[in-house]
């Protein structure tokens, strides 16, 4: 390299910056001892400030544009450095980019609980979590505030600021909106809430420079023992008639039961289901009165005798011929009146065949107790 090509390297003709990554806020360009000669190009892209800064003070801004650098368009920094009449000399100057779009890869989230107090419930802890965009208005203010001499500022550098301011924040806004708002309806009202977080935390940055355009709340929730409290609540609305589902409950249980191969308790469960059903259809079928007042109980009535058993019936074959249905008292008489001996057959339901009457056990008693007949005379 020879001489002239190292003095040409000391000045830089064309200063622009493009941006290769997505979280870098701002960068500044480097400068390596090089002076900026007068009449370099500048070119400021979309969404880019470009911010002069000589000796530790802000100097002159640049919008989105292509420039010229001249004493004419450099006035702040030309009055800094004491110019006159067009003097065109090299200078040396820190020249930062500032990106101004939106950066909307911000999360939030309430670290510890905050506690508000609900008309219904209380005293409630609750927690919410989201995103937010964050955007540079003021690049003099914000180099001069949060990024100092940094060469390249990303978003993980002002993202724990950020948390903070949010943090403060959001306690009172949730306290503000508990107040006027239940708690189980603030699941509709987090865009208007976000919409105010928004606007309040803007008012709050915007001495160091920035802009929160976007603050999304995405959910607030309630601690996990409350949650469960308000499923079991909800869960009894839902059923209504406890004791109807009660039975229902009994009953489809007993079904399954029943039906489970294996389980040993359909035929259990349906012989209770049979006693249940008789004894249901005896209470309909008797319904016991309704008690009356003491004074009007009637007297208590004797309880009835159970009915006489039925007697047997015999039939008696003398003489080639049947007769009867006779019971005991009959068959005495016939036996008495020497109408009837030992060996006459009889017959009754429940014997295989005719049987001589001196062989039925249930007749030897009345042949025992009757006299024999009386000798011819």
Request: net charge negative; hydrophobic share 40%.
């Amino acid at each position: 390299m020879g001489l002239f090509d190292a003095i040409r390297g000391e000045f830089i003709d064309i200063i622009e910056w493009t941006d290769d990554s997505r979280d870098t806020i701002v960068w500044r360009f480097p400068r390596h001892d090089n002076e900026i000669k007068m009449g370099a190009r500048l070119t400021v892209r979309e969404s880019q400030i470009a911010v002069f800064v000589n000796e530790g003070r802000v100097a002159d801004v640049f919008a989105p544009g292509m420039y010229t650098l001249e004493t004419r368009n450099v006035p702040i920094l030309s009055t800094l450095k004491g110019w006159k009449h067009g003097f065109d000399s090299p200078f040396k100057a820190e020249v930062y980019f500032v990106n101004t779009r939106r950066f909307s890869d911000f999360k939030w989230g309430t670290q510890n609980p905050v506690m508000v107090r609900d008309p219904e419930f209380g005293p409630v802890r609750l927690r919410a979590y989201g995103g937010y965009s964050v955007r540079v208005v003021d690049p003099p203010r914000f180099i001069a505030e949060l990024v100092g001499t940094d060469p390249q500022f990303r978003t993980e550098e002002a993202e724990g600021y950020l948390r903070q301011m949010i943090v403060s924040r959001l306690g009172s806004a949730l306290a503000t909106a508990a107040r006027d708002v239940p708690v189980l309806e603030l699941a509709i009202h987090q865009h208007d809430l976000g919409q105010r977080m928004s606007k309040a935390l803007s008012q709050d940055m915007a001495s160091v420079g920035l802009e929160i355009p976007d603050f999304n709340v995405e959910s607030i929730t309630l601690p996990p023992e409350v949650e469960k409290a308000l499923d079991k609540r909800s869960q009894m609305g839902l059923l209504g008639d406890m004791d109807q589902y009660t039975k229902f409950q009994t009953a489809t249980a007993i079904g399954d039961a029943a039906t489970t191969p294996g389980s040993g308790m359909g035929e259990a469960m349906g012989m209770g289901m049979g006693f249940a059903a008789a004894q249901q259809m005896a209470q309909n079928a008797n319904p016991q009165p309704q008690q009356a007042p003491p004074q009007q109980q009637p007297q208590a009535q004797p309880a009835a005798a159970p009915p006489p058993l039925p007697q047997a019936e015999w039939f008696v074959g003398a003489d080639g011929r049947q007769s009867g249905p006779f019971d005991a008292d009959a068959l005495s008489q016939q036996i008495g009146g020497g109408r009837m001996t030992r060996d006459t057959l009889v017959w009754k339901t429940g014997m295989a065949q005719w049987t001589p009457a001196g062989q039925v056990p249930e007749l030897s008693g009345l042949f025992a107790a009757t006299p024999p007949p009386m000798p011819p005379a």
